[in-house]
Structure formats: C-alpha cells, structure tokens
C-alpha cells in the first residue's frame, strides 16, 4: 500500500483483528479502506464508486457517511467552488443523524466520525468566509475528540483532529473566527498541537493505523507551513511525504506547496512536471497555479500558458484576483503597460477575496505599478535566487523614487541580505525600510521590524528583539496587520514579554 508500509497480506490481518474494523455498525473495512485510499489519492471518482458499492453491500455501516464526507471536502479543497460548497453543505445534517442513530455507541468511531465531519466543515466554511459556522463546527468538534479521548485513550486518530484544532487556534489572528471562538470558550496551543501533529506521523507507521499516516501529513504539513510558518516546514514535509505512494497526486501537490513556499523553485517545477496524471484523478486546477508561480520566479515567461490553463479549467472562487496579479505582473516584465493595466483591472472586477492571497492581490492592483527591477527581485527571492536577487538590487537607483518604491527597495535588499546570513547588512537595511515606510499603508516597515526581532533574538539579544517586535505591533493600517502582529506576539513570548 505504501512504499515502507506493511506488506498487503500482514496489513489485511491487521484489519480483521485490530481497531480499525472497529464494531459491526463501523467498519472500517478492506473496500472502505480501499475508498479512503483512493480519496487520498484525490481519485475520488474509484471512491465514490467504492463507497456506493459498500452502501449497497452494507447499508448500516456508519463508516459510509464519513466517506462520503471526506469525498466532498477533497472535492471542494481542489475544485474551490463556490457554488458546489453551498449544495453539498446540506448532505452534512444527514450524515451526522445516521451516524448518532446507529446503536453502536462503544465503537470509537461513533464520536470521532461526527468529529472529523464537524471539522471538515469547519475549514471549508472558514474557507468560504462562514466564520460563525466554522467557529461553532470546531466547538463542536472539539468537544467530541475532546469526549473520546476520555472514553477511548488508546484510539491515536482521535489526536489527529485534536492536534489541528489546538495549532489551528493557537495560532488564529485577531478577526471574527477568533472572537466568536473566545465567546464559545474553545482556545488551542500551537506548540502542542504540532507536538501532537509530529508524534503521530513519527508513531502511526509502526501501529495498525497505518492507512491513516497520509491524513496526518497532510494536516501537518498544513499546519507547518500556512499556519505555525514553520523553518522546518519543508524539511519535515519532505521527510513524512516521502514514505507515501508516488501514485498520490495529493503527495505531489503537498510536496510541490511547500517547494514553492520555502524557496525550493526548481525542485517543486521537478515536482510538478512528474505528477501523476491520467484520467483516474480529479481536476486539480491549482496546481497549474503552483506551476506557473515557479515559473515566474525564475523569470520564465511560459508561466502565462500555466495561469491561463487554471482560468480556463477552474471553477472555483478563490485565487482568481491573485492569478490575474499574476498575469500583470508577467506584462509588466515584457514591458506591455497596457496589458499590466488591463489585468489589474480584471484583479479589480472579477474574482471574491475569501482568501488572503486574493485580498493582497487587489490592494497591490490598486496601488500603484512596481518598477520592473523590483518585482524582479521580488519574484528571484521567492524562488531562492538569492544571489541574482541581490545582483538585481544591486542595479538600482533610489533617486526620484517614490516613498512605496524606496521602502520596497531597503525591504527586498533585507529579505535577500537576510537569508544569506549578512545580519547586520540585513538589519541596516529593514532599519532604512522602517524609516521610509513607517506611515504607509504597505506592508514593508511592519514586516521589516518582525524580520529584525527574529534576528536579534537569533543573535540572543532579547531586548532588542523585543523592541522590534512591539514596533511591529505598533503599526497599524497597513496590509497583513494581523499576521504581522501576531508573528510579532508570539516573539514576545518567545522572549520572556
């Protein structure tokens, strides 16, 4: 089933004598767990017809209402519809009702599938920008996983969604999720839910839920990079991919992700050109997204063939302003004005701004153009190209720039001086970027100051970090603010504030 797992044989015996058979109303069987791969696989046409097949077969086992869930939300995490979200939402009360009629309330599956269900939700609703919903979704979750650990404390996937909801909260920026979740008194902690996160993946190979590791990564490996923004995000989501079936598209996507966000560009466009592909699989438009992004970090213009093959296959609502950013950004770098002008209006008109990314992508369509060398080196860095980043920067002139031109300017030459280990350059230079930007609504001063609180106390000078992180909570309107502030709170703790 995997590459370093049980040989199929041993693993089946394991089904028919350990928990995850569980009892006779939840059983996990050889055809459910042959579903559950195929999901995991994001083949979730083989799944549907697996999970129809045990219906028919078995119309009382409560596992299949949980399938049929998990088919759901992997469609909607790859398709980003809108639309289909607000139909299938509805087949949720009914899959949670058979599962709380079934007689069978000693399983551990019977609290944990309403669980998982709950959670699912959860971070699609949060998705879609259906923040009361999803708070009360994670509350109810919550308390489940919560009750079965209690009632089942060997069960180890009920640590699974306890660790995601305890990072998820430990973690969550100021906004309405977090109010609502405060009122309804549910609070989490990072640092343990990846402590919960890593045990499992370490632990889960050598037991009997085995099938269940490539679940755990993941959400660890979400967790590591979009929500803790993790140093060892790409390390360790290397690491626990690896053992997982190069058959996997959902493998290729994690890996490909967390390429791109670490500066790993031409590992991830080796990724993304390998995948596997064929009829079998879902439509996954994203991940012409992810490709045409690496492109355009390496400079490379056939990136456009990539962001206009997503618009022309995606069906979703996200990530349509942040792809039409995108396509400026490359006329810009042709030097075709008119086209940069004629996307930026599209960022303006079309798409939602339920996504983070979205939201960026029309304040920086309002604002106005970067010169060509900037968003050169802006794009260099993000692909790891430290070096012919800097050899870019160095080309510029700050004369007659605008206050937005300087800033960004000090900002990238410390982000680059950054990761190539020249602290103090570093540090002079996000210094420069405080002082020019200080009072605009960019991101640049903010983000400077955070950057300089995290290498003093690199440098163990907790004082100074401390001084830059509560100049970064000290900024207020300007993009990211949340984010900014809560990275800089949570250096403050770091440091003994």
């Known amino acids: ?29 050889a055809n459910c767990l042959k579903a559950y791969k195929n999901i995991f696989d994001l083949k979730l046409n083989a799944a549907r017809q697996l999970v129809a097949a ?20 992997f469609y909607l995490i790859t398709t980003e519809s809108k639309s289909d ?12 009702d ?12 019977y609290l944990y599938a309403q669980a998982e269900i709950n959670l699912q939700w959860a971070l699609l609703s949060g998705k879609f920008g259906e923040y009361f919903t999803a708070a009360r979704e994670i509350k109810r979750a919550n308390s489940l996983l ?41 609070k989490g902690n990072l640092n343990t839910g990846i402590s919960m996160l890593d045990k499992l993946a370490e632990q889960l190979p050598k037991t009997t839920y085995e099938p269940f590791y490539e679940e755990v990564v993941f959400y660890y490996a979400y967790v590591l990079s979009d929500i803790a923004h993790s140093p060892d995000a790409y390390s360790r989501t290397m690491k626990y991919t690896e053992r997982i079936n190069d058959a996997s598209l959902l493998k290729s996507y994690l890996q490909a992700y ?72 490359l ?61 870019v920067l160095s080309i510029v002139k700050t004369d ?10 000090y900002y990238r030459k410390g982000r680059v001086n950054d990761e190539l280990g020249k602290d103090d350059e570093a540090l002079a230079d996000y210094q420069n970027a405080i002082n020019s930007g200080k009072g605009l609504k960019y991101y640049f001063a903010a983000n400077s100051a955070l950057l300089m609180g995290k290498i003093y106390e690199k440098k163990r000078n907790p004082a100074k970090a401390k001084a830059c992180y509560n100049t970064a909570i000290s900024m207020k309107d300007h993009e990211y603010e949340s984010s900014i502030e809560l990275q800089a709170k949570q250096g403050l703790k770091r440091t003994g504030n």
């Open 400 to 409: 007659n720039m605008t206050a937005k031109n300087k800033t960004e300017f």
């Open 258 to 329: 967390v390429c791109i966000r670490s500066g790993h560009n031409d590992q991830a466009i080796e990724i993304l050109s390998g995948k596997p592909s064929g009829a079998a699989y879902s439509s996954f438009p994203y991940l012409d997204l992810l490709m045409g992004t690496a492109k355009l970090n390496k400079l490379d213009y056939s990136a456009g063939t990539y962001f206009n093959k997503f618009l022309q296959q995606n069906k979703g609502a996200n990530y349509i302003k942040d792809v039409n950013l995108h396509l400026a950004w």
């Open 146 to 186: 919560a009750d079965n650990s209690k009632k089942f404390p060997a069960f180890q996937l009920n640590q699974k969604g306890l660790g995601l909801i305890n990072a998820f909260l430990g973690n969550l920026p100021d906004g309405m999720l977090k109010s609502t979740l405060s009122t309804f008194g549910v």
């Open 54 to 73: 045990e219906k028919a077969v078995h119309p009382d086992n409560s596992i299949v209402p949980l399938l049929e869930n998990y088919i759901d939300y």
């Open 1 to 29: 089933m995997y590459k370093k797992g049980l040989p199929v044989c041993l693993f089946l015996v394991f089904v028919l004598l350990f928990p995850l058979k569980g009892f006779s109303n939840f059983d996990f069987n």
């Open 85 to 96: 979200f607000d139909r299938l939402k509805d087949y949720k009360s009914d899959r949670l």
């Open 98 to 109: 058979k599962i709380e009629d079934d007689k069978d309330r000693n399983s551990p599956y």
């Open 331 to 391: 006329s810009l770098l042709k030097g075709d004005t008119g086209a940069y002008s004629c996307f930026t209006s599209k960022v303006k008109s079309g798409g939602y701004t339920y996504m983070e990314k979205d939201k960026q992508a029309l304040n920086e369509a309002t604002a106005p153009a970067p010169t060509p060398e900037l968003l050169k080196a802006r794009l260099l860095f993000d692909g790891g190209y430290l070096t012919k980043a800097s050899e």
